[in-house]
């Protein structure tokens, strides 16, 4: 693994490209200074900073040659709202990369697995498979509708085998991944390759892909990004990513765990913690 740095004190970059996937959904693009060799990881985030309001965490979208770094934003709160009010040419603060990402296994088959905007920081990891491996990689894009099945064309023209799926069943199977999953799970059985799963999403979603890889077997072989909680501090510090059960803080020790942890997690799939660290029901 490369050497990593880190920007401890927010450096206000330019916004070089600025691209709407969608209409509450955008991708920002950065220049990164060439001596910074921060050399981030799939799954790792940073914090960015709206000068004058405040500062949201946002998963690596994708990076090229550690000079090109984009992130994509989706309309949530406040902050993330007027993140979208921005242009091309704006200034914005980014401190990171934080936490841990992904692992490149050396299983044969890569099996990715993104809910809605969980294929954001998923295209980071497919991404560096492609480059770095020559395994075989399936991707099951699933959403609540066709345009919120996000960079399908950017994915289309890959090599990679795509299964895209909806919940109104307006493309591809009319249905959830989850459905998908257990199908390919069950054949690959029969054909005895290894597998790694990469997975991010609503926490419903990553609770059912929880509970199916239990029943092959492979809660270690399963990589979950819960980078759809929430994040304050980045440092483990202000417990409100606190995960009931294993006494790990999601922004310092994820975001991204294996299955075999996630299922010690007391309230995963069934709560979350809003900004002042109460739960509420998913």
Not at 13 to 37: M, Q, R, Y
Not at 78 to 92: I, P, W, Y
Not at 234 to 243: M, Q
Request: aromatic share 10%.
């Amino acid at each position: 693994m490369n050497k990593q740095n880190r920007i401890e004190i927010p450096l206000c970059l330019t916004i070089t490209d600025l691209v709407f996937e969608g209409e509450k959904t955008a991708t920002f693009s950065f220049h990164l200074p060439a001596n910074l060799e921060l050399n981030p990881i799939p799954g790792q985030y940073f914090m960015l900073w709206l000068p004058g309001d405040d500062e949201i965490p946002i998963s690596i979208s994708q990076i090229e040659n550690n000079e090109k770094i984009q992130f994509t934003i989706c309309s949530k709160g406040q902050t993330s709202a007027n993140f979208l009010r921005m242009n091309k040419g704006d200034l914005v603060g980014l401190r990171g990369p934080y936490g841990n990402g992904f692992d490149i296994s050396d299983k044969e088959v890569a099996i990715i697995i993104a809910g809605g905007m969980g294929i954001a920081p998923l295209r980071f990891i497919i991404s560096t498979l492609i480059s770095r491996t020559q395994k075989k990689i399936l991707l099951i894009h699933g959403a609540r509708t066709h345009d919120e099945l996000f960079f399908k064309e950017e994915l289309n023209n890959t090599d990679i085998d795509i299964r895209y799926c909806t919940d109104d069943g307006s493309f591809g199977f009319h249905g959830f991944p989850t459905i998908i999953l257990e199908e390919i799970l069950q054949k690959a059985q029969q054909k005895n390759l290894s597998h790694e799963i990469y997975s991010c999403g609503p926490e419903k979603m990553l609770k059912g892909i929880l509970d199916i890889v239990n029943q092959f077997n492979l809660e270690k072989n399963a990589q979950f990004s819960l980078a759809d909680r929430y994040i304050r501090c980045g440092f483990g510090i202000c417990g409100s990513c606190y995960l009931d059960g294993v006494g790990l803080s999601i922004c310092r020790d994820g975001p991204v765990f294996r299955g075999d942890v996630l299922q010690k997690i007391t309230d995963f799939g069934s709560f979350g913690r809003n900004a002042n660290g109460s739960k509420y029901r998913l």
